[in-house]
């Protein structure tokens, strides 16, 4: 099959990561202008920064991803296995460490922008179902990919793991900041 015109590099993986890196300055653009914006409706400075910076990296890190994995595969068929840990046992490290990523930035930014979702056990509720709908996406979609289980479950242990690296900074801007450090705008 030969790939013709920009919409066939967006059906590659080389396609997908040039477009990525590509697009970093204008995810900085964005999350500049964000925060500007909230700025000038009174947000503090670290505040305004902090969400501008979690909406754009959640979005960022997890697009292009959700992306490749969209792509249509090659198994000759949709192939579905509900059995846990079955597919596990036959992944190379490389998989395993690509599901493991991909909703790690879901995991780590979401509780910093959302301060609902600032629990380990909600972070995990949240990778839990967007995996599940990936996964369903892929199976409805006759990508002719595999939707597993075990791709579930180490989506969803990647956006927990990444939830417990990142926890820190969402229990810092969880708690109140001085007065004199970030007036607000009544002071």
């Excluded at 959302?114 to 179902?129: E, I, Q």
């Excluded at 995996?131 to 990647?158: F, K, M, P, W």
């Amino acid at each position: 099959m030969r790939l013709e015109g920009w919409h066939g590099w967006l059906g590659t993986f080389t396609g997908v990561a040039l477009l990525t890196v590509t697009a970093l300055p204008v995810a900085a653009l964005a999350a500049w202008a964000l925060t500007r914006r909230r700025r000038l409706a009174g947000a503090p400075a670290p505040r305004a920064r902090r969400i501008s910076l979690a909406e754009v990296g959640i979005v960022y890190g997890t697009v292009p991803v959700v992306w490749l994995i969209l792509l249509p595969g090659d198994e000759g068929g949709a192939v579905v296995n509900l059995v846990p840990l079955r597919d596990l046992l036959t992944m190379n490290t490389g998989q395993i460490v690509g599901n493991l990523l991909v909703f790690a930035a879901l995991g780590s930014l979401a509780p910093l922008r959302f301060a609902a979702l600032a629990s380990v056990r909600r972070v995990l509720a949240l990778g839990a179902g967007c995996s599940i709908l990936v996964e369903s996406a892929q199976y409805a979609l006759h990508l002719d990919r595999v939707s597993s289980v075990d791709d579930v479950l180490l989506n969803t242990a990647g956006a927990g793991l990444a939830a417990l690296t990142s926890r820190h900074w969402w229990r810092a801007a969880s708690s109140p900041l001085p007065a004199a450090c970030c007036p607000t705008a009544t002071q």
